[in-house]
């Protein structure tokens, strides 16, 4: 990928055979979102209706995703989301190291295209992968990290919360406070 473009990503990542994961995926799933995006969400990897749509978090993750996005009065005209790995791992089961490592790569690429400001985590495999290997979620969740001149935030992942009404309250804190901190980046 020499020259730094979206088109060339596409091009690589729409062949690519670099981890297993190729075989199962019906589309790889790079993104979406603003592409100059001040702030990056990153989630897991593809689930089956982002693997058969070929677009990041559209399932019900995903609209409860949009949801608490736009309880903060944030959208995809203001962020970027994707994920750690751009093909689903079979059954969603987590992506292995060797995966995510292969697939790394084109998340640093987007980040160089992006330029985001603020980065966040969703959910453990995100946080681990690229904020400290030992993250706990739920005791760092909505804390601020700063860390090769992005600033980091891990939240539950909305799947998480599909799963436990109760981790919706802190997550919506984590939301407030990501646009806040936005909001303290732009009056900058
Ligand atoms: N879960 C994720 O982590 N990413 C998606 O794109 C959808 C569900
Ligand atoms: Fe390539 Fe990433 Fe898909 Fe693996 S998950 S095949 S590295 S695009």
């Known amino acids: 990928m020499a020259q730094k473009s979206w088109e060339a990503l596409e091009e690589t990542c729409y062949s690519c055979k670099k981890c297993r994961l190729w075989e199962l995926?019906?589309?790889?799933?790079?993104?979406?979102?603003?592409?100059?995006?001040?702030?990056?969400?990153?989630?897991?990897?593809?689930?089956?209706?982002?693997?058969?749509?070929?677009?990041?978090?559209?399932?019900?993750?995903?609209?409860?995703?949009?949801?608490?996005?736009?309880?903060?009065?944030?959208?995809?005209?203001?962020?970027?989301?994707?994920?750690?790995?751009?093909?689903?791992?079979?059954?969603n089961r987590d992506p292995q190291e060797d995966e995510k490592q292969a697939c790394l790569n084109y998340?640093?690429?987007q980040l160089k295209l992006i330029e985001p400001k603020i980065i966040v985590c969703?959910?453990?495999v995100a946080a681990t992968t690229i904020i400290d290997p030992e993250f706990r979620i739920t005791r760092q969740r909505g804390i601020w990290f700063s860390k090769k001149g992005y600033d980091f935030i891990a939240t539950y992942h909305p799947s998480a919360l599909l799963r436990d009404e109760e981790k919706k309250r802190p997550a919506w804190e984590d939301m407030k406070a990501i646009r806040k901190r936005w909001d303290e980046l732009k009056g900058q």
């Open 122 to 124: 969703l959910g453990r």
């Open 25 to 91: 995926r019906t589309n790889v799933v790079i993104g979406k979102g603003n592409p100059k995006a001040d702030i990056l969400f990153v989630g897991e990897g593809p689930g089956q209706q982002e693997d058969l749509q070929g677009q990041a978090f559209v399932g019900a993750a995903g609209k409860l995703l949009d949801k608490m996005l736009a309880s903060v009065g944030l959208s995809l005209e203001t962020v970027y989301i994707t994920n750690i790995v751009k093909c689903r791992p079979p059954g």
């Open 107 to 109: 998340l640093r690429y």
